[in-house]
C-alpha cells in the first residue's frame, strides 16, 4: 500500500512538472462508465454513423468502422478503405 501511495504521489509530481508544455491535467477526473454498454454521453459518435468534417482544418470524432467508407479495386484486389480525414481541397497557407 506504501509503495502504491508513493507511485501515485511520483506520477503526480512528475505530471505537475511539466506545465512548460501546457500541460495542466485534472488529478481529480472523474472516471466515466456505463456499464450497460461501456459508452458515455450522448450522440453517436461511438456507436453510430459518423460524417466528416467538411474540410481539413474542422475536428474529426470518427469511431472505428462507423465512418464513410469506398471500395477500391487497386492491385487487382477489392478493399474497403475508411478515409479518417477529409480531403484537404485547398490550401491552409493560403487561408
Known amino acids: 500500500m506504501q509503495s502504491t501511495i508513493l507511485t501515485i504521489v511520483s506520477w503526480a509530481s ?39 468534417a467538411p474540410d481539413a482544418l474542422a475536428p474529426n470524432f470518427i469511431a472505428n468502422n462507423f465512418g464513410p467508407k469506398d ?6 484486389r477489392y478493399k474497403v478503405v475508411a ?4 480531403e484537404l481541397g485547398f490550401d491552409p497557407a493560403e487561408g
Open 14 to 52: 512528475a505530471v505537475l512538472g511539466l506545465p512548460h508544455f501546457d500541460n495542466y491535467p485534472p488529478l481529480d477526473f472523474p472516471r466515466w462508465d456505463d456499464i450497460v454498454n461501456e459508452t458515455v454521453g450522448s450522440g453517436n459518435w461511438h456507436n453510430g454513423s459518423n460524417l466528416q
Open 83 to 86: 478515409p479518417l480525414m477529409p
Open 71 to 76: 471500395l477500391n479495386s487497386e492491385g487487382g
